[in-house]
């Protein structure tokens, strides 16, 4: 019992440092993703040479930090015209090379790890396109793209959980940046984006801190000593580069909430190249692969895990022999990750300054009808999910209301028990029902509007 709440408390003060971190991070995500246009990415991304490259590079380091927001958005590019390769290096950028990643290693690792983020980064992408010109050609990729033109997948989408209609982000778009910035709707948009990564990444966030507390506490270091090999040179960096992606695939864990998995693992004896390739394994989490094989199939999905997988131990390597001819590499390991007891200094002052700001994009995420967002959407009682009214996958009538489903699980819980879902629910996931006459549960589409009366 004591391991346990040592572990939760761990965990906890892993977050209290990251706090604000996570809020800036996840905030400037939301502008991104509202304000900057999608066309103009798809247009300049069709091919994969170097400025090509490049491109993709800079407009996903302006992008989303969330593994399925950017696993999401690398798909539509890629639908809609762009390489595949190109699409592949936007996503490795919006998850490797991004500012509140650096912030939170900056926090939990110190400063070389946050600078091994940007410098493994861009080495990770030029293996990626040189690898991938091999790799992802012919009619693999474009039996993928066949596939996703057909609409041929499943899962969760990202633009469904967001509250912004694909009419209502063209028009973000188009409007000129002086407006935008001015706009409550658009800051109301800005934060559904923000309020959807949160949502979609929640569990990924819990699972990293909650495990990462456990490692931290319950996990002696010579356990660690047996999984990880220590004094044997080129070898220990070696086996070090190679297990830390596996130990990503199967934690379940991306996006941010590898970090404090990170911080465990350097803090039990993993080597600096380990802990990297580990950082950057974000994409090939086990939920993940699942999700590419959804989108592009079974075949480019195993191409792509073993690139990936080779790609990210390579850069491992590469930077770990850069940081070490630059003796950059520390030298020193924490006896504990975080300090675990609350203290007035400028992380306390920093949270709740960021905790206000959070607060205030929550209040503009659900007030975003009033003020001109969130056009078409309605937010699914059950899960909290945000989804297209005009194609929710299932709906339901109750105590004179309509409402929207993510799926016929959710629709399911809500019909065995629709009084307790339906005292929380909010207004937009509702509309008044017919005024008399029953009204069937529908499931896949929305029900036919009632038949006028005959003369």
Known sequence: MTTALDSLREGFFMFWETVWALVLGFGLSGAVQAFVSKDEMQRVLGDRRPRTILRASLFGTVSSSCSYAASAMAKSLFQKGADFVAAMVFMFASTNLVVELGAVLLILMGWQFALAEFVGGPVMIVLLTLAGGFAFRGPVVEAARRRLQHNRVGGHDHQAMVGVSEERQAELERTPWSDKLRSPAAWADAASYTMADITMLRKELAIGYGVAGLLAVAVPMTAWNDVFLRHHG??????????????????????????????????????????????FADLIALPLVVIYRKYYGTGLALRLFAVFYAVMAAAGLITEGLFAAAGGIPTARPHQVVTTRFEWNSTTFLNIAFLGIFAVLYWLHRNRERLGGGRGYAIDPVCGMQVRTADAPATARFGGRQYWFCADRCRERFEAAPGRFSRGAAHEGMEPAPPSGPVPITLGRKPAPPAPPRD
């Open 234 to 279: 080129v070898w220990t960096t070696l086996e070090n580069v190679v297990l830390g992606p596996f130990i990503a695939v199967i934690s379940f864990v991306c996006s941010i909430g590898n970090v404090p998995m990170a911080a465990a693992l350097w803090h039990g004896g993993i080597s600096f190249g380990g802990v990297i390739s580990f950082i």
